[in-house]
């Protein structure tokens, strides 16, 4: 039996410009040089930037991994991927000045093209080997959501359309400033339905440090409370602000890829539900507010795809269990974050953890596997 | 085959002389009385006490069923329950003065004893007839956490010891104000491991009104975000801190139950112990922090029991095969929360919910099944 054919759609670059433009900052997120020789550090999170922390230990060390795709094409050999659909990781353009995003996104994204043509090209130089034998890449465009008007951002999705590699769009749950249940979002989510443009939804902003006790609770452990807890919910929160203000009523083509396996929304679709159908406030129940016409079942079944970066089988039985079945659910890896803390040349825990949690709960079921590595998303982004 | 005996373990009273204390009140938590023959408010959350909204509209309405036991009683028959172990609702005796927590722990659970007593009395004269002839009580009791001192708490624990038809203690993440990894919360883990008791950990407190994007936000959807999102979140970063902080780790034989199925704990085990493994702040990866010893799935198939108020089959197989079997998790409904908006009369569609996603989930499994609904509780809690 050939192995199946792997893809990673979660999985995400700074090209070298965005990096630049990092460096030339000095409020987050930026990058910092140390003056000696030591690995520059990334600080993207407001709760990395502290000043009891030296600037030379703040945040997290950036290499090579981020920036160089000859580390993301090293990565995927090492690992088994024949295809990544990368993206620009966290946090996107969000930060920029208003009449700088249209112009940011339009070089971020010709940049992505150009290095997935360019890859694809060396990988398949006559255009008739089959998809499998070198590494290929696709990619998520960033959006300009900074941009004095939302026509911007509708513009470079239809824009993106043209792009050959291009296979939708990341975002991250800010939108245009106020969350993703503002109604001035609306032209943006009838131009992705009407291109037919996937949403990869991704976190960033996480929740403030007083739900994790302030400051000190949430710098105690790290990284750990921010990344592990914050990062989920605040998917979770987005997608149901997006679903109470009727966004999958108004746009019922809509089609969402969730980071982190919906951040925690398998696990909690029956409480929102449940809470949807007790809740006052809304017509159906005699008040006031529109609330949802459809169950989040639905939406989980017929909008939202989810990635499989859980971390364990658990978190897999209930994103299959929600999503009513194998195929909406997507291999990924969140590459270059969640490196190996020692040697760089093992594999990486936080890959083998998720194939192992894919082989474990389907283990009898080898369609499962294979749709899950990478048959879903082949289908789904019509990736050839 | 004889039906199952079935238990609920998350069930809430308010006893009539807390409604009164709430009553007294004009700050959170308190009971406003209309002036006119309207139902009762009762308002517990501080989103809820929003000057925007009419006095009359605050917070929920309020009747019997939160105080009357008869009402309990009959909510466990129209459910077929047979037996409950009760617990004072949130937000428990948290808000008391330091020199009021002692007492209103002594009464409230000396209360509880009674009706239990009385209940189960009045159930079997004779003290012979089997368990489920009649509705039986038992009772998690309240802990006078705002008292002094920690051994206010202490002696309480031990008391409770004596008290016949008290099965353990049910407990908020706020600790002694500071959170459940506070080091002076040591000689109350210690206390309760050593006396055996279950501490049933429950959320009140939600997440900052920031994280649902602003108190607009948080109220534009009534209760939804809070109680659906913020709730099981709350519970799931205090009890990441507590392992994060090493309580598991010095109190090893520490029995919790966590609410709402461990709000979302068993889809996000993964992702905490890989952000654990991947922490360069602990001291197993090089920094000086000393980070938690055991894992987190260690924990859940140790000192960790779920309820299964999910209402969904994701929810339930998420919990299963996190706690590694079907033998930790216990059955419940949340009343007198989530009362159907319309009919007085009809089954609740809250707890219906939940025992279809039992079936559902376990449906060629009648030992599971009959273990969720009541086998479990009974062993764990000795309830006979």
């Known amino acids: 039996m050939a192995p199946p054919f792997i893809v990673d759609i979660h ?48 945040g997290r060390p950036v290499d090579s991994s981020y920036s160089d795709i000859n580390a ?4 995927m050999r090492q690992h088994g991927i024949n295809s990544s659909v990368i993206s620009l990781a966290n946090p996107w353009l969000d930060f920029l000045e208003p009449e700088e995003a249209q112009v940011w996104a339009e070089r971020i994204n010709n940049d992505l093209e150009a290095t997935c043509a360019r890859v694809n090209q060396a990988a398949d130089p006559t255009g008739t080997s089959a998809l499998h034998d070198k590494e290929t890449l696709f990619a998520f465009g960033a959006l300009p959501l900074s941009a004095p008007s939302p026509d911007v951002v509708v513009n470079e ?30 032209p943006i989510w009838a131009a992705l339905q009407e291109t037919g443009s996937m ?18 609770a949430t710098n105690r452990y790290g990284h750990v409370l ?4 914050g990062f989920p919910l605040e998917t979770t929160i987005a997608v149901t602000r997006m679903l109470l203000s009727g966004v999958f009523d108004r ?32 017509v159906a129940n005699g008040g006031d507010v529109p609330g949802p016409q459809r169950s989040v079942w639905d939406i989980l079944k017929t909008n ?10 658990a978190g897999l039985n ?15 890896t969140d590459h270059p974050f969640f490196p190996p803390l020692e040697s760089k040349d093992e594999k990486w825990a936080s890959v083998t953890t998720n194939y192992k949690a894919i082989h474990a709960a389907f283990d009898t079921d080898n369609d499962a596997v294979t749709a899950v590595l990478g048959g879903n998303a082949a289908r789904i982004l019509n990736l050839k």
Chains 1, 2 share one sequence.
């Open 199 to 216: 949403l990869f939804l991704h976190p960033h902003y996480g929740l403030p440090d007083e739900a994790f006790g302030g400051s000190d």
């Open 318 to 332: 209930a994103a299959v269990t929600a999503s009513g079945g194998t195929d909406r659910l997507l291999f990924g």
């Open 157 to 186: 999705i239809k824009r993106l359309k043209i792009l050959p590699h291009l296979r939708g769009v990341i975002m991250g749950t800010s939108g245009l400033g106020k969350g993703l249940d503002d109604a001035r979002l609306d």
């Open 11 to 58: 999985t995400h670059v700074y090209p070298p410009s965005y990096m630049n433009m990092l460096r030339s900052r000095k409020t987050v997120p930026y990058i910092h040089d140390p003056p000696s020789n030591a690995t520059p550090r990334l600080i993207i999170l407001a709760s990395d930037d502290d000043p009891s922390i030296p600037l030379d230990q703040r």
């Open 72 to 75: 993301k094409l090293s990565f």
């Open 304 to 313: 939202i795809y989810l990635d499989a970066v859980v971390y364990s089988t």
């Open 226 to 229: 921010p990344l592990a807890l």
């Open 251 to 282: 746009f019922p083509q809509l089609q969402i890829l969730l980071a982190h396996s919906g951040g925690t929304l398998p696990f909690l679709a029956g409480r929102i539900e449940s809470c949807i159908l007790h809740e006052r406030k809304f």
